[in-house]
Nanobody
Framework: QVQLVESGGGLVQPGGSLRLSCVAS????????MGWYRQAPGKERELVAA???????NYADSVKGRFTISRDNAKNTVYLQMNSLKPEDTAVYYC??????????????WGQGTLVTVSS
């Protein structure tokens, strides 16, 4: 069984910063891409940022220059550093991973989500 566990969400004022973390655990042979998605009330889930196993990154236009995604392959962990936060960044943030298990299964796994609220 494989699971992703997020942490680091919370309440922050506009202009502030937060750092999200997501740890993958279980019978993991290798992790391909990892990413962060978010879903605001009444809106569809959207990609925020993604990073491949070799470090290539992709960002939503709305967060470019403010958010930075990184990963520690040795710890099966992905991070999202969020700076200059805006009220419109308020959402539940979900971690996502494409990975291969030791039993040679390909899986797409989601975390349970962590709430980020940007408000004064």
């Amino acid at each position: 069984q494989v699971q992703l566990v997020e942490s680091g969400g919370g309440l922050v004022q506009p202009g502030g910063s937060l750092r999200l973390s997501c740890v993958a655990s279980g019978s993991i042979f290798s992790i391909n891409a990892m990413g962060w998605y978010r879903q605001a009330p009444g809106k569809e889930r959207e990609l925020v940022a993604a990073i491949t196993s070799d470090g290539s990154t992709n960002y939503a236009d709305s967060v470019k220059g403010r958010f930075t995604i990184s990963r520690d392959n040795a710890k099966n962990t992905v991070y999202l550093q969020m700076n200059s936060l805006k009220p419109e960044d308020t959402a539940v943030y979900y971690c996502h991973a494409n990975l291969n298990t030791y039993s040679r299964r390909y899986l797409e796994v989601w975390g349970q989500g962590t709430l980020v609220t940007v408000s004064s």
